[in-house]
């Protein structure tokens, strides 16, 4: 005789009970067509089969129940993703900012972003003030202190965000639509951007986070790279400075200098609103007019200079490290320039895309010299950098740059294979749809257009050039654009190893202490 204990007896009983409910469970349902068998069109709704839904009593078709859904095998995967249509709008206000809105009535929330060219390229000889004046906008206000201003916005189910860039400086909100959250939150939004009171103790302790950084960068291998970089390409332009400043031109600031930068660069005439959600034309246009009443009344900035081209010259940076960090680039393009599009594409193939781009087959996969190599394209009002960046040891720096160069020329001279351009379209065209699926990222995409000046249906005629680029204008926009005669090098990490009959010729390299980094600009 088999004796079984309390414990498994109780476990039987549990499973009985379950197969006993699945058992009354299963007999309910409907009894459907497996779905192997093909897909048939329903019939018009007045013959389609009706079941009685047991809890409101309504009679529902069988086809609401399981609606028919499309096989993927069905799905043209060389046909580009259906296009997000949008309704957008532009004006200026009586002050002179310019508007770019979207209206979107899916979400009871609106998004609406302030750019204003007042990034680190308006410095002047104080350097960092941009930086400064951009972190200190919601520190304080009149009557309110940082706590409170975010106690307020925390109050409103509402968001803030602030940040500073080389062209650019920008502020942020979130919102609901009702009236008793938008109205407080845009005016505690126009408050903090248009008149911050600088207080002397949040501007202490900005600046001394901005020094701590400042000596920390000296500890980042990438970092230096980084300014060195921005320094040789842009000896003599606003560009070439660090956006965080320098100790020197930290030390000089005060609240009244930021002041007086807030009041020159935060004006009207040096706006651009954009907004997107669930307000129509006529509210929309009002808050703008609000916001830009608020602001100081002044002009836009003036353009920033043009670059000066420079001659090509590697420049090496001693550092203690394993790896030695590469930065191969030269002056690119503004974001106006009609060959941005062909540029964008050929950067895309060439080291833009990750592991399916030509550099990581040539770095990586083929000679396995890093574990990963890039390239960027960084349009701006002035012309921005193009540049490859890796790191490897320091014995196959001369190697991993033979093989970026000779990938380079090769692109100039030879431009794309068809199979690449085909695939690097597929990819654009499917990511594209990404770029306006929520409010945030057509926010985004509004302030790009209205700062830069862009046609407002720049998208439009961004994804129909992509359809219709050829290799032949890829391999143009890269010789007209990316001569090798310009191109610059730098390279920060252990002494550079000399090979055998490769010994560097007097003057190739120039050797820089990584402190003398600290006086140059970026």
Not at 117 to 123: F, I, K, L, V, Y
Not at 135 to 148: Q, R, V
Not at 324 to 351: C, F, M, S, W
Not at 431 to 459: D, K, R, V, W
């Amino acid at each position: 005789m088999i004796s079984r204990s309390a414990s498994t007896w109780r476990w039987l009983l549990v499973v009985g009970v379950l197969a006993l409910i699945i058992g009354i469970l299963v007999a309910k349902i409907p009894d459907q067509k497996s779905s192997a068998e093909p897909q048939v069109a329903p019939e018009p709704a007045a013959q389609s089969p009706v079941v009685s839904n047991p809890v409101t009593s309504d009679v529902v078709p069988e086809e609401e129940i399981l609606p028919e859904l499309s096989s993927l095998e069905s799905i043209d995967l060389e046909q580009a993703p259906a296009r997000r249509e949008l309704n957008l709008q532009n004006w200026t206000t009586s002050q002179g900012a310019r508007v770019y809105f979207m209206q979107a009535e899916e979400v009871p929330m609106l998004d609406v972003q302030i750019l204003f060219a007042a990034g680190s390229s308006r410095d002047g000889e104080l350097l960092g003030q941009a930086t400064m004046t951009n972190g200190m906008l919601n520190e304080g206000t009149e009557g309110k202190d940082a706590g409170a201003i975010a106690r307020g916005f925390e109050r409103l189910g509402a968001q803030f965000s602030n940040s500073s860039h080389r062209d650019m400086a920008l502020a942020s909100l979130r919102s609901l639509t009702t009236a008793d959250k938008l109205d407080p939150a845009l005016a505690l939004f126009a408050e903090v951007v248009t008149r911050p009171s600088f207080p002397e103790d949040a501007f202490q302790r900005l600046r001394n986070q901005l020094l701590a950084g400042l000596k920390f960068r000296l500890q980042s291998a990438s970092a230096l790279a980084s300014e060195a970089f921005w320094a040789e390409l842009y000896p003599n332009h606003p560009y070439g400075t660090l956006p965080e400043g320098q100790p020197d031109t930290l030390m000089q600031l005060t609240p009244a200098t930021l002041r007086e930068f807030h009041q020159r660069f935060y004006t009207s005439g040096n706006a651009v609103i954009s907004m997107v959600g669930a307000i129509d034309r006529q509210q929309a246009e009002r808050i703008a007019e609000r916001l830009a009443e608020a602001m100081p009344q002044g002009p836009a900035a003036p353009p920033l200079p043009i670059p000066e081209p420079v001659e090509s010259e590697h420049t090496h940076l001693p550092f203690n490290a394993e790896q030695t960090h590469i930065l191969v680039g030269q002056r690119g393009i503004t974001r106006k320039e009609p060959d941005y599009v062909a540029l964008y594409v050929g950067n895309q193939i060439l080291g833009g895309s990750g592991f399916g781009s030509r550099l990581m087959k040539e770095i990586r996969e083929q000679r396995g010299l890093s574990y990963s190599v890039s390239s960027s394209l960084i349009p701006m009002a002035a012309a921005g950098p193009f540049l490859v960046s890796m790191q490897t040891r320091a014995d196959q720096v001369p190697e991993a740059l033979a093989v970026i160069d000779e990938a380079l020329n090769d692109f100039i001279s030879n431009g794309p294979t068809e199979a690449e351009l085909a695939r690097t379209k597929r990819q654009i065209l499917g990511e594209f749809p990404l770029s306006t699926a929520s409010n945030a990222a057509i926010i985004g995409q509004l302030g790009m257009i209205g700062f830069y000046n862009l046609p407002l249906n720049h998208l439009q005629l961004f994804m129909d050039q992509v359809e219709a680029l050829t290799t032949k204008q890829i391999q143009d926009a890269f010789a007209e654009h990316l001569a090798q005669e310009n191109r610059l090098v730098v390279t920060v990490g252990p002494e550079p190893v000399e090979q055998e009959g490769q010994a560097a010729s007097e003057g190739e390299i120039q050797n820089q202490e990584p402190a003398a980094v600290e006086d140059q600009a970026p």
